[in-house]
């Protein structure tokens, strides 16, 4: 039986909309030109094809090697106003960043010292709380730390070598309330693996287990669910885990058919968007429900592209991802080399953002080639994404900053230019949504529903919109994961995807 749950009703304030900028949304292909002539570090330069403007944040006098960590480690802090870089062998190091000016200022060293008696902390997989903009969560080989930038204090948040003697912490992911973490667990003498860690810091409570085949672990928003990548594949293997993190239940997924597992993929709030290696394309699964999904974009049979993904934005109605030249397969072109956003709803639109201009395939040594992977990471307002590129070069890389186009300026929720849509926020939400809906269906007899990835109807309401009225929405009791709201009428049918979270 669906549970349906109370509407109320509220007044609000107005929001003022503008029409989105013009960025192509088509499947074209696009040929990486010659590329641009760059500014100093802390200069913008405009993309040639695509128009957007960018920012190279590391020049020479910042050394050969400049990065930033992984599609899935955040480079910018909460509120966009930190932004830290890392270096291959280096310092990482963290600027104050301007979002009104698109620009950066004050560059110092990210960790000013040591946890006392401790190492120094892992500065690559390094990690932004997701509550606080001015805490860096942070590891060392067997303690976990939030590191204060502003004040340069350590708080020991656990010291795992009680419990798990010999451990070497790897490859952190948190959840959005820096309540739960997941960790490569390898021993540290010769930094073999042996298996994954996730700790709950509400509870104190660890799950582990052996599995030395492991490549990585990643914690989903809501610190419900553990995606597992065992490091094997082939046909049968199971290539991916899902683990409840509360009841501690675990589905596999094998590698090829029936559940093609992901294979380079990010979380959201209670699920997965990853790479089916089979079928070349992106899949989206609900890990309560992961042997069931559906494609967000394909690649047919180009298989020359490799990519990346990041769902670290608020906004999880779409994905960014960075593309590079892997290999000398036939290219088709589309997409190569660029940034580009994908909606996750399975309507395979797309918002072409930048070229990356990242030399891949002609490095001198497999480090080079690596650290020149694009690996572009989105802020958590969705207006900024960072990246790396070698510039065509082999002797260097720097890392690199994308102002992404907004779709509305609202300050809420984005929504594609539809005078007939309307807008949803805030998003993801604990406790309530507010619909604002457009002139063009003031008075018009409407039914507002609210769905689960199923599809399943879970609450309905008719009313007669009033635009100048925001409608409140309570959505407090619902679970953790994503939701539908439909609105419909005469005119329209408009769906937006909104995220649940405690």
Not at 229 to 245: C, D, E, P, R
Not at 291 to 319: K, P, Q, R, T, Y
Not at 340 to 352: A, E, H, I, N
Request: one cysteine or more; proline letters at 5%.
């Amino acid at each position: 039986m669906s549970k349906r749950i109370s509407l109320v009703f509220i007044f609000s304030f107005s929001i003022s909309f503008l029409n989105a900028q013009s960025i192509k949304t088509d499947f074209g292909v696009y040929p990486e030109p010659t590329p641009p002539i760059l500014p100093a570090a802390g200069g913008t330069f405009t993309d040639p094809v695509f128009g957007t403007t960018l920012l190279r944040v590391t020049d020479s006098l910042d050394g050969a090697d400049n990065h930033q960590s992984y599609s899935y480690w955040p480079s910018f802090n909460k509120n966009s106003t930190l932004l830290y870089i890392s270096s291959v062998g280096g310092t990482p190091m963290l600027y104050d960043f301007d979002t009104l000016n698109f620009s950066i200022s004050n560059k110092r060293i990210l960790f000013q010292s040591n946890p006392v008696g401790d190492g120094p902390p892992n500065g690559e997989d390094a990690i932004w709380s997701g509550i606080y903009t001015n805490m860096m969560l942070c590891h060392t080989g067997n303690k976990l730390y939030s590191y204060n930038v502003t004040t340069n204090q350590y708080t020991l948040i656990h010291d795992f070598s009680g419990a798990y003697p010999n451990i070497y912490l790897w490859q952190m992911s948190r959840s959005i309330n820096d309540s739960v973490f997941g960790f490569t667990y390898k021993e540290n003498v010769n930094y073999t693996n042996v298996g994954y860690l996730a700790y709950r810091a509400s509870t104190n409570l660890s799950d582990t287990a052996n599995l030395s085949t492991l490549d990585e672990v990643q914690v989903d928003k809501t610190g419900a669910y553990l995606v597992i990548k065992t490091g094997n594949a082939g046909a049968g293997v199971i290539k991916v885990q899902i683990l409840n993190l509360l009841t501690h239940a675990i589905d596999n997924l094998t590698d090829n058919g029936p559940d093609f597992a992901p294979g380079h993929s990010d979380n959201g709030s209670g699920f997965v968007i990853g790479e089916d290696n089979w079928n070349n394309r992106y899949t989206f699964r609900n890990l309560a429900t992961p042997h069931v999904f559906f494609s967000i974009i394909d690649h047919n049979n180009d298989w020359s592209i490799g990519d990346h993904a990041s769902m670290l934005a608020d906004d999880e109605s779409w994905i960014l991802f960075s593309t590079f030249l892997a290999d000398t397969f036939p290219s088709s072109g589309v997409f190569l080399d660029e940034l580009y956003q994908v909606k996750t709803d399975g309507s395979q639109s797309v918002r072409r953002l930048c070229h990356t201009h990242s030399d891949f395939l002609h490095q001198t040594n497999s480090g080079n080639a690596y650290w020149s992977m694009p690996r572009a990471n989105i802020s958590r307002n969705g207006k900024f994404a960072v990246f790396t590129s070698n510039w065509g070069s082999i002797t260097r890389r720097d890392a690199f900053v994308l102002q992404i186009p907004s779709m509305f300026t609202t300050g809420i929720s984005e929504k594609e230019n539809n005078s007939n849509s309307f807008l949803l926020y805030p998003n993801p939400t604990h406790e309530k949504i507010n619909l604002k809906f457009p002139q063009s269906i003031n008075g018009k007899k409407t039914t507002v529903t609210i769905l689960n990835l199923m599809y399943e109807e879970l609450m309905t309401k008719e009313l007669v919109v009033d635009s100048s009225v925001p409608l409140e929405l309570n959505v407090a009791p619902l679970s953790d994961g994503i939701y539908f709201v439909k609105v419909s009428n005469d005119i329209d049918c408009s769906i937006q995807k909104f995220t649940h979270i405690q």
